[in-house]
C-alpha cells in the first residue's frame, strides 16, 4: 500500500491499466476514513471538451517513475461511476463505487461516510 504522505506527488500522472494502456491521468486521492490509507483515486477521462472524473481502487496499485499502473483494465475503468471535474462524490453514491469494482462496503460504526478525498 502506499504512503498517505506521497499522494500529492501522485496527482498529475498517467494512471495505466495492468497492461500499460493510459486510462488518464491522476486528479485526487481517496483515503479510506478508517485507516487513512489511500483506497481510490480518481482519474481524469473523456474528450478535452467533455471531461469527467471516474473512480478506481489502488489496491495492488503500483508507482513507477511517471506513472500510477492500476489492478484493473482500461474498459472496466471507463465504465465506472463518475462525477464531473467541478464535482463531488456524494455520500449515497459511495456504495455503487465500491459495487462497480465488486468491493465489500460498508460505512463506519456511526454511519460516517467510507471515502474522503485528500
Known amino acids: 500500500m ?4 506521497d499522494i500529492r506527488e501522485w496527482r498529475g500522472h498517467d494512471v495505466v491499466d495492468r497492461e500499460r494502456h493510459k486510462i488518464g491521468v491522476l486528479e485526487a486521492v481517496y483515503v479510506d476514513t478508517a485507516t487513512d490509507q489511500p483506497a481510490f483515486a480518481t482519474v481524469t ?3 478535452p471538451t467533455r ?3 471516474v473512480f478506481v481502487p ?4 503500483t508507482v513507477g517513475p511517471g506513472y500510477l499502473k492500476v489492478a484493473y483494465d482500461k474498459k472496466q475503468v471507463k465504465e465506472a461511476p463518475s462525477i464531473g471535474t467541478d ?3 456524494l455520500a449515497e453514491d459511495e456504495k455503487t463505487v465500491f459495487a462497480h469494482y465488486e468491493l465489500a462496503y460498508r460505512t463506519g460504526a456511526g454511519g460516517e461516510r467510507r471515502l474522503a478525498r485528500r
Do not use: C, I, P, S
Request: aromatic share 6%.
Open 51 to 53: 471531461h469527467r472524473l
Open 45 to 47: 477521462v473523456g474528450l
Open 87 to 89: 464535482g463531488e462524490l
Open 58 to 61: 489502488l489496491g495492488d496499485a
Open 2 to 5: 502506499f504512503e498517505a504522505q
